[in-house]
């Protein structure tokens, strides 16, 4: 779940929200559509939400400047990967589900992919493992160095 910071525009204080609702109720009575507010920072974590709101809102009273976005660090494709399929012990069905989370964002998948899918399943030479995959038929050739998931 998404959470964001936003100022109340009536009252000026920092408050809390969950970023899917349309509509919040500030302290101060007031109604706020979402939707015609600026998010001043965005989490996933409510501690981090009410860490950021309490900051804000120390800004907004004059102790300081108002404090910077968090840069989120972008997790590795081969990380979320490993973490998705961590459980599954059979390693033809392994195979199978790196295929559909990499086959999730893209239609075709290509060399680089396949370099992907060969660090998370552990094997040396991407090719080969695209070889295996074809002879399985879990992915087919739809071009040159192009596949997809069948």
Not at 97 to 114: N, Q, T
Request: hydrophobic letters at 40%; aromatic letters at 2%.
């Amino acid at each position: 779940m998404k959470y964001g910071v936003i100022v109340c525009p009536k009252c000026g204080r920092a408050r809390g929200v969950e970023s899917s609702r349309k509509t919040t109720t500030c302290q101060c009575g007031r109604q706020i559509k979402l939707a015609r507010m600026k998010l001043r920072f965005v989490t996933d974590s409510p501690h981090e939400l009410a860490q950021m709101v309490a900051e804000v809102n120390a800004s907004l009273k004059g102790a300081g400047p108002m404090p910077r976005a968090r840069k989120k660090r972008k997790r590795v494709v081969e990380d979320a990967i490993s973490e998705r399929i961590s459980s599954i012990k059979d390693p033809l069905e392994r195979m199978r589900a790196v295929v559909a989370e990499l086959v999730a964002s893209k239609k075709e998948l290509g060399h680089e992919d396949m370099e992907k899918a060969a660090t998370v399943l552990g094997k040396k030479d991407p090719d080969a493992l695209a070889a295996r995959l074809l002879e399985l038929g879990i992915i087919y050739e739809v071009g040159p160095g192009k596949f997809r998931q069948a």
